[in-house]
């Protein structure tokens, strides 16, 4: 009996040994089996996005001249409206009605009865922030906009020219780059056949009659940054985005209001609330309140990631910056409408945290690998700069109204990238 319990014994251990060594065998194998190479690349049509050059169409567009006696002022335009967040309403006019500018030499016409689209020069947040600006910021004055500006816009467009009852308003198009869109307007029911260009896109039932899913485009939005100080990222970033002195040592960057806001306010859904009382203290993080210009630029240009939380709307002019600085956004906004989100893939180059996740923030940007944010950077200098108001914004706005119109007359606009 006890000669069975050792030949037993005896074969259980080399069982043992033998399964040993083939999990030994396993683990070798995996470590130091080959890594899967990159598919092959297929044709372009079978891609998203399709390259921006790619166009769905190449339609015309007519630019209105509105008359001088309500447009408001050129001096207004070029000084107390350019420092304005709501300034995209006359960068992306001016793109059209400047000869030089290669969306005019692509997409303006100036004859209009061979256009297919018609642009009104409706520049109303320019109106109200100066009126705003000479009232104390009082955000509710109105300043007659609508007896002053709306109206006398809009006989012109319908009274003047034969396109708009032509097409019942539906072939034109119009800004609205400020938070409540064309709700400023006791007039608005006058234009609202047009498609509106707007900096603010909302899927959040809340806020459904400010958002026509159908006859609107969202588009990004001008920053006091870029746009009116100018500040070239090319002076403090080499040509591939890096930092031309030191690294992006700072790992989280936030430098705005407000550290009053409780977890239950409205504003910003209280996220704010975690960034000034507890991310503030971690490492890596630089967490404030506004700062002075250059200060500023000089955390961009070494930044890993930029938070970019909701305010009073969902949008945020901060995550432009981060952009043209090569900052991943970290983007704090459920619901929010990216501008073309049918052309760009901007889960490539942004992280998304949910609202009810952003206590985990240090744990889940840290559980983000290197490769994966060196990906998410590139993409972002390579190709996110590129949806920014300063270079391919028409472009993409482009490809939305053909969509709206449904023309599909495909044309290759050869921009070379």
């Not at 100036?110 to 009082?138: Q, R, T, V």
């Not at 990906?375 to 028409?394: N, T």
């Amino acid at each position: 009996m006890a000669a069975v319990v050792r030949f037993k014994k005896k074969w259980l251990s080399l069982i043992a040994v033998v399964f040993i060594i083939l999990c030994l065998l396993f683990e070798v194998s995996r470590f130091t089996a080959q890594p899967a190479p990159p598919l092959p690349l297929v044709d372009t049509p079978s891609y998203w996005p399709s390259p921006v050059e790619q166009a769905i169409c190449q339609p015309k567009i007519y630019v209105y001249k509105a008359h001088d006696s309500f447009q408001v002022p050129k001096s207004t335009q070029d000084n107390r409206c350019h420092e304005s967040n709501y300034n995209s309403e006359i960068i992306l006019h001016n793109q059209l009605v400047d000869s030089s500018s290669p969306f005019y030499q692509f997409y303006v016409t100036e004859k209009p009865e061979e256009a297919d689209f018609f642009f009104i020069p409706f520049f109303g947040a320019c109106y109200l922030y100066n009126c705003w600006s000479k009232h104390n910021w009082n955000w509710d004055e109105r300043c007659d906009v609508d007896l002053r500006y709306v109206d006398p816009m809009m006989d012109m467009v319908i009274n003047e020219y034969p396109y708009w009852n032509r097409s019942g308003g539906k072939d034109h198009i119009m800004i609205h780059p400020m938070d409540k869109t064309f709700t400023y307007y006791e007039s608005n029911q006058r234009f609202q056949p047009a498609i509106f260009l707007k900096t603010v896109g909302d899927k959040r039932e809340k806020w459904a009659h400010r958002h026509r899913y159908d006859r609107d485009i969202v588009i990004p939005s001008a920053t006091r940054m870029i746009h009116h100080l100018k500040a070239d990222p090319m002076k403090y970033l080499t040509p591939d985005g890096q930092p031309k002195k030191g690294t992006r040592d700072i790992f989280v960057l936030f430098q705005g209001c407000c550290p009053e806001v409780k977890p239950e306010d409205v504003y910003s859904n209280g996220i704010r609330s975690l960034f000034f009382n507890h991310f503030k203290n971690y490492r890596g993080y630089e967490i404030g309140q506004v700062i002075a210009d250059e200060e500023y630029i000089q955390k961009l240009a070494r930044a890993k990631y930029g938070l970019s939380p909701m305010g009073w709307t969902l949008d945020t002019t901060r995550i432009w910056e981060f952009i043209a600085f090569g900052v991943v956004p970290v983007v704090i906004a459920d619901g929010i409408v990216e501008p073309f989100e049918f052309d760009v893939d901007w889960d490539s180059f942004v992280v998304k945290i949910r609202r009810d996740e952003v206590h985990r923030l240090d744990d889940i940007l840290r559980s983000i690998d290197e490769k994966t944010y060196e990906y998410k950077r590139r993409k972002l200098w390579e190709y996110g700069r590129r949806v920014g108001l300063e270079q391919d914004a028409w472009h993409f706005i482009v490809r939305q109204l053909c969509r709206i119109a449904n023309i599909h007359e495909p044309v290759n606009l050869g921009l070379g990238y």
